[in-house]
């Protein structure tokens, strides 16, 4: 899976920052993939910067973003920045660079960066809003002329030696883990075939969005709330999604127990820090590097 950002900038006149990308020609939020060990919040002001010359810094994570499209699927960070710096200044990437009134968005511009910059700009505040992006026809016949026409132009012009080597951007790794708590407010652990508690949870599914499979990976019906931690491994495309969800649930499976948010089975492992995080009293998603 691939990993993204877009940063979305709102002007004092409450004007919206958008680029004109090169390939396409379409508007859109600036943003692109992450690198291998990269956090989001570096990642959204690292191209913020390369494509506006603006520096910016994230301050709030309003939506997550999942696009099922071929070879890879998508899964996109959408934060809210604010402006620390800088001037504008195109780029390669982006050769055109401005603020456009939010109520008039250019075009062309693709449907889910228009619902993208929409989600982030009305965003309340609070738990982060999940959403599942679709192509509509304009944005199908795009990408496919962007795939098999433009990128093979591209790669020609690198053959003579005109452009830069192309450097893919990595596929990720993700796995998922969901702190879920009853009315009482106890945590629900899994015992594995060691022995060891550890939280519901496991590698994502490239197909499925992470939010998905961290309700198929509960044995219970579970409520997802939040997003409360990301956490990446440093110097490599691994990264840990922690949900919280909540549950009416009363039947348990035999290798599943309750345990008190404040008394965590003393064989947790790893898990611990994340369950610390997730039942911490703010809402607002925390980001970690860890070492390998």
């Not at 919040?41 to 810094?57: H, W």
């Not at 200044?89 to 910059?117: C, N, T, W």
């Amino acid at each position: 899976m691939l990993i993204a950002t877009n940063g979305i900038l709102i002007s004092q006149k409450g004007d919206v920052l958008l680029i004109q990308r090169n390939d396409t020609r379409t508007f859109a939020p600036p943003g692109g993939t992450l690198e291998a060990g990269e956090l989001p919040t570096d990642g959204v002001a690292r191209e913020v910067r390369e494509e506006t010359g603006l520096i910016v810094m994230p301050v709030r994570l309003a939506a997550l973003s999942f696009l099922p499209i071929k070879p890879q699927p998508y899964f996109a960070f959408i934060f809210r920045c604010l402006m620390r710096g800088g001037e504008i200044q195109p780029s390669p990437e982006s050769p055109h660079v401005g603020f456009y009134p939010y109520d008039k968005l250019p075009r062309p511009m693709a449907a889910m960066h228009r619902r993208r910059i929409e989600t982030a700009v009305t965003h309340p505040g609070g738990p982060v809003i999940w959403q599942t992006d679709t192509l509509n026809w304009r944005d199908r016949l795009g990408h496919f002329l962007l795939n098999n026409v433009v990128y093979r132009y591209y790669a020609w012009q690198r053959q003579r030696g005109t452009r830069p080597p192309y450097q893919p951007p990595p596929t990720w790794q993700i796995t998922v883990y969901a702190v879920v708590q009853n009315p009482q407010g106890e945590v629900l652990w899994l015992k594995d075939a060691g022995d060891q508690w550890r939280l519901p949870g496991g590698p994502a599914n490239d197909q499925t969005p992470p939010w998905e499979t961290a309700v198929a990976l509960t044995p219970l019906p579970i409520r997802l709330t939040n997003l409360t931690g990301v956490y990446t491994a440093k110097n490599a495309a691994e990264m840990t999604l922690v949900f919280t969800a909540v549950t009416n649930q009363t039947t348990l499976p035999d290798s599943a127990l309750w345990f008190p948010s404040d008394q965590p089975p003393p064989t947790s492992a790893a898990q611990h820090q994340y369950r610390q995080d997730a039942l911490g009293p703010s809402e607002i998603t925390l980001f970690h590097s860890l070492h390998n």
